[in-house]
């Protein structure tokens, strides 16, 4: 769905974790709309292509967020169903799309049968997962033989560089991430191509492919950004609201130096990178 700095690495039973990410999800769902629901919509014709959604093809849309990818879906003939964690955003899906099927579930645990779709796709849910050779095993089980999976996270900040300004800016400010931030997984641990090939080969798919997809964001001036940020995320509102007053000013102060890179006449160009694995389910997994 979304957008975030990494949380103090580590490893727990993911409860905490899940929990914070739901509810900030659907604290957010009003205004995700605002910059990353724009941002995130940017990928999905090659999301779908990767999956192999067509006409009559039976699509699951896990995060579904408002909708999307279900409704482009929708537009190609598909058969689409879209879940999401938060039910605030499922409210929202379901208002936009009101001939569609949204429901509220949990990845981890998807209320489908075996072999129920042909293609499941996800548009950055990986960064904001606890287990995810768990949600990838679902995705494989409610997968018809010869279906396919599509998933997108963000590249290394680096290289994302939307994301990498902010990144950028926590270092050079020295701010800690806040006590209340629960533990997880490292952010961009699946930024990786080999983590997430090695990740959809052992929940049992074959013809694993990761590619990368890469476009510059404009943004009218730093305000927009930062407000997006702020609006449209969980874990990068938590760290910087979560800051001292002295540490949010250094941290803004930062950013600010770090847009300096990207301007250009009429606002800033941003490096945005995105990794998208993709696989296919075989008829023995």
């Not at 999301?47 to 039976?58: F, H, K, M, P």
């Not at 279900?70 to 208002?95: C, F, H, L, N, T």
């Not at 606890?130 to 018809?144: G, I, T």
Request: with cysteine; proline share 6%; hydrophobic share 45%.
């Amino acid at each position: 769905m979304s957008a975030d700095p990494p949380v103090p690495d580590g490893t727990d039973d993911g409860t905490a974790f899940r929990t914070f990410e739901a509810a900030g999800w659907n604290d957010r769902a009003p205004t995700y709309d605002r910059f990353i629901g724009r941002l995130t919509s940017r990928v999905l014709d090659q999301l779908l292509d990767a999956a192999g959604v067509v006409t009559g093809s039976r699509m699951l849309d896990v995060a579904t967020g408002p909708g999307y990818a279900s409704a482009a879906a929708e537009r190609r003939g598909a058969r689409v169903v879209g879940v999401d964690v938060a039910p605030a955003m499922v409210d929202i899906a379901r208002r936009a799309n009101p001939g569609l099927d949204f429901r509220v579930a949990e990845a981890e645990a998807l209320p489908f049968h075996d072999e129920s779709f042909d293609a499941v796709v996800s548009n950055f849910l990986v960064p904001h997962l606890s287990d995810h050779v768990r949600v990838v095993a679902e995705f494989c089980r409610v997968l018809a033989n010869n279906g396919r999976v599509a998933l997108t996270t963000w590249d290394t900040p680096d290289r994302m560089r939307l994301l990498g300004v902010f990144v950028d800016a926590f270092r050079v400010a020295g701010a800690e991430p806040p006590g209340d931030i629960p533990i997880g997984p490292p952010f961009y641990r699946f930024a990786d191509r080999g983590a997430l090939t090695m990740l959809l080969i052992d929940g049992g798919f074959t013809d694993v492919n990761v590619e990368t997809i890469g476009f510059n964001q404009h943004v009218s001036s730093k305000d927009e950004l930062w407000k997006g940020i702020l609006s449209g995320t969980v874990r990068t509102r938590a760290f910087i609201t979560g800051q001292g007053e002295l540490m949010r000013r250094k941290i803004r102060s930062a950013f600010d130096t770090a847009m300096l890179e990207f301007q250009v006449a009429g606002g800033f160009e941003v490096p945005v990178s995105v990794t998208i694995g993709i696989g296919r389910k075989g008829v023995d997994s």
